[in-house]
């Protein structure tokens, strides 16, 4: 089974810029679709966006298009989440998730979860 660990989040100022990184344990990676999800505080988990085993297919939620960037480099087993123009109400804790349908996605129907890794955009 795939394991996967988020890492840099942290404080940034409004319409900074944060990479987020997600590495991946197992042999298979390149066969899972890879996603984010976020979580602030007091609201469910929401769709962030998600990306294909190849990278050739990418989902966004409407509030990041534009802001923000899902890639992935299969030969490290990391996905990445680049986010641009950020925004207060981008604070959440940011989950990397793991599933073999990409699909499933934005309902939030994946099978493997991360730890999160806490964004907080303040001044």
């Known amino acids: 089974q795939v394991h996967l660990v988020e890492s840099g989040g942290g404080l940034v100022q409004p319409g900074g810029s944060l990479r987020l990184s997600c590495a991946a344990s197992g042999r298979t990676f390149s066969t899972y679709a890879m996603g984010w999800f976020r979580q602030a505080p007091g609201k469910e988990r929401e769709f962030v966006c998600a990306i294909s085993g190849s990278g050739a297919i990418k989902y966004y939620t409407d509030s990041v298009k534009g802001r923000f960037t899902i890639s992935r480099d299969n030969a490290k087993n990391t996905v990445y989440l680049q986010m641009s123009s950020l925004k207060a109400e981008d604070t959440a804790v940011y989950y990397c998730?793991?599933?073999?349908?990409?699909?499933?996605?934005?309902?939030?129907?994946?099978?493997?979860w991360g730890q999160g890794t806490l964004v907080t955009v303040s001044s």
């Open positions: 998730a793991a599933d073999k349908a990409l699909a499933g996605f934005p309902k939030r129907n994946v099978e493997v």
